[in-house]
C-alpha cells in the first residue's frame, strides 16, 4: 500500500538556526498537511497545501514557518529560526481530492531544539 | 471554536472483551468523525469513518457509532487482543468543507493478556 514518508526521522538543532522537515506524499494524492504533536499532548494541525498554494493554517503557522512543493513528489516545512517550543514530532499527511477522505500520515520526523 | 474531548486519558481491558472508547465534541455537530490508531513513535493511521447521517458503522471487529443528539461518537473493539493496545484518536473537521482535522487528545487503550 502506498504510504507516506519523512525524512530525517530524527533532527537535532541548535536553537535559532534553520530547519527544513521533508515529506514525499502518496502520489495520486492533491493535498498535504503539517501537523505536529509535543510530546505527551494532541495532534495539532498545522497547515494545508493545494494547488501550489496554503489552503488553511492555524494560529501556530507564524511567520517564522514556510511550506513548498519544490518539485512534483516533496512536501517541505521551514521553520527559519527554530524555538525550544519547536521541539515536537512533526507529522506530514495526504488526502485525495475529498476533505472527507481519511489522512494518511507519515512516521513523522521528531524535532529536538537544544 | 470546535473541540474534541476524549474523557479517558486511558483505558485498561482484559482480552477477548469489548473495549468501548469515547469521544464527545462541541457546538454544531461536523459532516463526519473520523477514528485514528497511534502507536508510540507512529504517525496517526486511519481506522473508519463515520458521517452525521450514520448511526453505526462496521469494520472487522471495530465498530462506531455517531450520536448527534449527546455529540458523541463510541468506539467499540469487540474481542480485543493484546495487539490492539495503542492509543486511538477521534477527530472532526474544523468546519463544514474544511480539510483541517482537530484532534481529541486519544485514548490509550491496553489490552492485558
Known amino acids: 500500500e502506498p504510504e507516506v514518508t519523512q525524512t530525517p526521522s530524527h533532527q537535532v538543532t541548535q536553537m535559532g538556526q534553520e530547519v527544513i522537515l521533508r515529506c514525499v506524499p502518496i502520489s495520486n494524492h492533491l493535498y498535504f498537511y503539517w501537523y505536529r504533536q509535543i510530546l505527551g499532548q494532541k495532534v495539532e494541525f498545522l497547515v494545508s497545501?493545494?494547488?501550489?498554494?496554503?489552503?488553511?493554517k492555524s494560529e501556530i503557522f507564524d511567520d517564522q514557518f514556510s511550506v513548498e512543493r519544490p518539485d512534483g513528489s516533496n512536501f517541505t516545512l521551514k521553520i527559519r529560526s527554530t524555538k525550544l517550543e519547536d521541539s515536537a514530532m512533526y507529522f506530514c499527511?495526504?488526502?485525495?481530492?475529498?476533505?472527507?477522505?481519511?489522512?494518511?500520515f507519515g512516521d513523522g520526523t521528531r524535532l529536538s531544539i537544544l | 471554536s470546535q473541540k474534541i474531548e476524549q474523557n479517558s486519558e486511558a483505558l485498561n481491558i482484559q482480552e477477548g472483551k469489548t473495549a468501548t472508547l469515547t469521544c464527545n465534541y462541541t457546538?454544531?455537530?461536523?459532516?463526519?468523525l473520523q477514528w485514528y490508531r497511534q502507536d508510540p513513535g507512529r504517525g496517526p493511521v486511519f481506522l473508519l469513518l463515520?458521517?452525521?447521517?450514520?448511526k453505526e458503522k462496521r469494520k472487522e471487529r471495530l465498530k462506531v457509532t455517531f450520536d448527534t443528539t449527546l455529540k458523541q461518537s463510541l468506539f467499540h473493539i469487540t474481542a480485543s487482543q493484546p495487539a490492539d493496545s495503542a492509543t486511538y484518536l477521534c477527530?472532526?473537521?474544523?468546519?463544514?468543507?474544511?480539510?483541517?482535522?482537530?484532534f481529541g487528545k486519544g485514548t490509550k487503550l491496553s489490552v492485558i493478556p
Open positions: 477527530a472532526r473537521p474544523l468546519r463544514a468543507g474544511s480539510y483541517q482535522l482537530t
Open positions: 463515520i458521517r452525521e447521517n450514520e
Open positions: 457546538n454544531y455537530s461536523p459532516a463526519y
Open positions: 497545501f493545494y494547488n501550489n498554494e496554503i489552503s488553511e
Open positions: 499527511a495526504s488526502t485525495s481530492s475529498l476533505s472527507s477522505q481519511p489522512q494518511h
